[in-house]
């Protein structure tokens, strides 16, 4: 199994420099991506034989995409960062895994370019060198990371002030899209919230108005065998981990509750559950690895409408949560959402973006002990109920109880 998803990641690797070329920190988050989930997904025990035959569909649909590349094509370093052959990269994403001190020490040398060598070097130093206790992001060595984020500091990053567009009429916008499947709510109550499983989009979670949680099979159109529970109110938010083997579930009775999902048979299994505070509707959960080389803390966003955004740490495998941070913002009775950004695990510090009742958006650092607020929007005329970014972060979205939507674009250095 190790030895198929190792070839899928390669495969990744070498026609890694044809993605994005204008937005190098993207490429370098997809292939980490890809080897998180890769290597997650090599632990769940796959049939190896579909494994192959996925390894040879993509290798024909990069091929297809990029075409075909030589070895010496697929062997040129591209900004100081890729080493000189897709195996390299392999083996170097494994050493830090297990131990970047064992770099060399396995009995041979590795081919690597001098600046590839050198970002190694870089590496090694970041994530030895001596964190505060607790802390999820790049400490003021790693260098490496600043380099991908663009070597800006976060506020720079996060600076975002001029609309780009805004949506304020939306009738019949969507009249030219096709309905490809209709499933109604295994209850025939209303639909609150639904999310797809990260590893099998056949498979769909619904919470509903009668406090209950089914898995459904989009195909069939009905609920999985074992995927029901039952939670203490109206299922109001749903996130998955991203290897999709636990699910979170919020309810308007302030509760969170951690479901154990089996990837062979749907079934739910509940594990924990964590009171955010009695009776307040918890609107919204995200879910996130920080995937960074320093830190690997998996984490959990909450909206929980007590004037206050909740960043709690995931502390077991069964979902066990631990508040690490809360920050300040205006949420009492609407459905505020918020996010994670999804660049930040490669720079210094960290951010989180929230929407607010007080018709702000809100850029926080995650790691700032004091005066955490990177960045503040105004322009919306009601409560901001939900904040989305494109996949390089140069522009953000912010949608509000009046149905404006606002695209921000971020400003250029």
Not at 292 to 319: F, Q, T
């Amino acid at each position: 199994m190790a030895a198929v998803w190792q070839q899928v990641l390669a495969v990744d690797a070498r026609y890694n420099a044809y993605r994005t070329p204008n937005f190098p920190q993207f490429r370098t988050q997809y292939i980490r991506r890809r080897s998180q989930l890769l290597r997650d997904n090599a632990k769940g025990g796959y049939d190896p034989s579909l494994r192959k035959q996925y390894l040879r569909l993509r290798s024909q649909l990069l091929a297809q995409r990029y075409g075909p590349l030589s070895e010496q094509s697929s062997f040129r370093a591209y900004s100081n960062s890729i080493v000189r052959s897709s195996r390299t990269t392999l083996d170097r994403m494994e050493d830090f895994d297990d131990d970047p001190r064992a770099l060399g020490a396995r009995g041979h040398r590795r081919s690597v370019s001098r600046g590839s060598y050198q970002l190694q070097a870089q590496m090694n130093r970041a994530v030895y060198d001596e964190r505060p206790p607790g802390s999820v992001v790049p400490t003021s060595v790693a260098e490496a990371s600043r380099a991908m984020a663009g070597d800006t500091t976060l506020s720079e990053n996060y600076a975002f002030a001029g609309m780009y567009h805004i949506f304020d009429q939306h009738v019949d916008e969507a009249e030219d899209g096709k309905c490809i499947r209709e499933i109604p709510d295994p209850d025939a109550s209303e639909l609150l919230c639904c999310t797809f499983q990260p590893m099998n989009n056949n498979l769909t979670v619904v919470g509903n108005g009668k406090h209950n949680l089914h898995v459904v099979n989009i195909s069939t159109g009905k609920k999985v065998k074992g995927g029901s529970s039952k939670l203490t109110g109206r299922v109001l938010s749903l996130s998955f981990d991203s290897p999709g083997r636990i699910l979170w579930a919020g309810d308007d009775k302030g509760s969170i509750f951690s479901f154990l999902f089996d990837m062979a048979t749907g079934k739910l299994t509940k594990a924990k559950r964590l009171v955010v505070n009695e009776g307040s509707s918890v609107t919204s959960i995200s879910a996130r690895s920080w995937i960074s080389r320093e830190a690997r803390d998996p984490s959990l966003l909450i909206n929980a409408c007590i004037n206050k955004l909740l960043l709690y740490r995931v502390v077991d495998n069964e979902g066990t949560l631990q508040l690490k941070r809360s920050f300040q913002i205006q949420q009492s009775s609407h459905p505020v959402r918020s996010i994670f950004c999804p660049l930040m695990s490669f720079r210094q510090g960290a951010c989180i973006v929230t929407g607010s009742e007080d018709m702000c958006v809100y850029f926080f650092d995650v790691e700032r002990a004091t005066k955490a607020i990177v960045n503040k929007l105004q322009g919306h005329s009601a409560a901001v109920l939900d904040v989305s970014f494109n996949c390089d972060e140069s522009l953000l979205a912010s949608s509000d109880a009046k149905g404006m939507v606002i695209v921000w674009k971020r400003e250029q250095k």
